[in-house]
């Protein structure tokens, strides 16, 4: 029976609609199924009316917002969980005590590509990820290769990518800890699994990082022999621990001939992640070689924007806790060379995750010219913590990107960098982390912004 075949006249009830555009694209698949689908969020209408207007066209779409009512969840043949729901909200027990079963969008469509014969290819860790997720498909599509890029991405649900999937068919699935609970439940793992670290984040979200690491854990916990594990070297006796099907490879370096476009050497030991992946994948050395040299990065991870009268300006916006934070400084201190300090102005903060700061005032300490403070909660944290050590060159804290960026060009000079990278999540101030890249890009890239 065909993915079509399981959702046609099925009673579907999508917890979670959000506006990031990943569940209003899985609704969509859903609905032209043939599926009766009851969206239900805890935001109002007003609050989801972009994502609402796209749907309204579907007469078996019908929507109970601003709340959830318990017996949507009773009366129903699945519930379709978006990420970030608790797994230990009423909701979910309300399905589970009345036995219907409860999914996730990326590991359901890794069900059906998986039965398709597709081979799936999941990207997990707190930093890195998505860098290796977009390098890895990078270089399949640079070979010629037939490839879907999925999971964790921007606009895109990956659900709705099924009718695409055929045999062979790799299915690149860049993951977070939520999707990777999907995994779980259907006890599931993908063929090549890559995780490339471990740190503290979420800490709002889980009770503890073995919590965090459990989710995480669901990468590897269902492969089979024949499978494929990459972890990096930090957290390889970790996952050993927990007794993998498959011993762990740690990944070799990349050979120093191999010339990046990106920088830093985080960005080197993500090119490694990517290359052993692309290994167990079949392409040979060259087309790897070839397919990471001509990678250019991904948007808001340390993404050079422009150069305005001799000032660099980097979007880190992805950067949302305090090891992506130096990871970052350290590269661009790195690409300045020996002979060359670079003199960074960071803008920095956002709200609190519940993570430790002390390496990252250290960090600021040794590679910042000037700190540029966006408001919330974690800036106050930061600053009650470590205010009386970090630079006495400081600015903010601002209510508006606007102010923190144009507080940081007239601050900069000609040889400075600009770089932007929170270290801390958006809430508040943003519609979300999308939003608050958007901005930042819009204000640097037009004539009429901080420019």
């Not at 109970?64 to 909200?89: I, N, T, Y």
């Not at 990207?123 to 999925?150: D, E, F, P, Q, W």
């Not at 390496?359 to 040794?366: F, G, P, T």
Request: proline share 4%; aromatic share 8%.
């Amino acid at each position: 029976m065909s993915y079509a075949d399981d959702f046609k006249n099925k009673r579907i009830t999508v917890l979670g609609l959000g506006l990031l555009g990943r569940g209003v694209g899985d609704v969509e698949f859903l609905a032209t199924c043939g599926a009766e689908i009851v969206v239900t969020d805890k935001k109002t209408e007003a609050e989801l009316a972009e994502s609402v207007e796209k749907l309204k066209q579907y007469p078996n779409v019908r929507f109970k917002l601003g709340g959830h009512d318990a017996e949507d969840f009773k009366h129903c043949d699945m519930v379709l969980k978006a990420a970030g729901v608790p797994l230990d909200s009423p909701e979910i027990a309300a399905a589970r005590a009345a036995g219907i079963p409860v999914m996730m969008s990326t590991a359901l469509f890794a069900k059906y590509a998986i039965a398709t014969g597709a081979k799936i290819v999941g990207v997990t860790g707190t930093r890195g990820k998505t860098t290796v997720a977009y390098m890895i498909y990078h270089c399949l599509k640079n070979g010629s290769k037939t490839a879907l890029l999925g999971g964790n991405v921007r606009g895109v649900s990956t659900l709705a990518m099924l009718p695409n999937v055929t045999v062979g068919t790799v299915c690149v699935l860049e993951l977070d800890s939520w999707q990777l609970q999907g995994f779980g439940d259907l006890k599931i793992s993908p063929h090549i699994a890559v995780c490339t670290n471990l740190m503290p984040d979420h800490q709002n979200y889980y009770k503890s990082m073995d919590e965090y690491f459990s989710d995480k854990a669901n990468i590897f916990r269902f492969q089979k022999v024949g499978d494929v594990l990459v972890v990096g070297g930090e957290i390889a006796d970790r996952i050993r621990a927990e007794q993998p099907p498959l011993d762990p490879i740690i990944p070799d370096p990349i050979p120093s001939d191999w010339k990046l476009k990106i920088v830093g050497e985080h960005n080197r030991e993500n090119a490694s992640f990517a290359n052993a992946a692309l290994q167990a994948l079949g392409l040979s050395d060259d087309e790897i070689k070839a397919g990471l040299e001509s990678f250019e990065g991904v948007e808001g991870r340390l993404q050079f924007v422009r150069e305005i009268n001799g000032v660099k300006i980097y979007n880190d916006n992805n950067a949302t806790t305090p090891e992506a934070t130096i990871a970052a400084l350290k590269a661009l201190q790195e690409s300045g060379g020996k002979s060359q300090e670079t003199r960074i102005i960071l803008i920095v903060g956002g709200s609190d995750k519940g993570l430790g700061l002390t390496a990252l005032a250290e960090e600021i300490n040794r590679s910042c010219k000037h700190l540029v403070f966006l408001a919330g909660t974690g800036t106050e944290a930061f600053l009650l913590a470590h205010g009386s050590s970090l630079l006495p060159q400081k600015s903010g804290p601002f209510d508006s990107l606007e102010r923190a960026a144009k507080e940081a060009l007239g601050r900069s000079e000609k040889g400075d960098t600009v770089l932007f990278s929170p270290a801390f999540a958006s809430f508040g101030m943003f519609k979300n982390e999308y939003d608050r890249n958007d901005q930042f890009l819009e204000l640097v890239r037009t004539t009429g912004g901080v420019a």
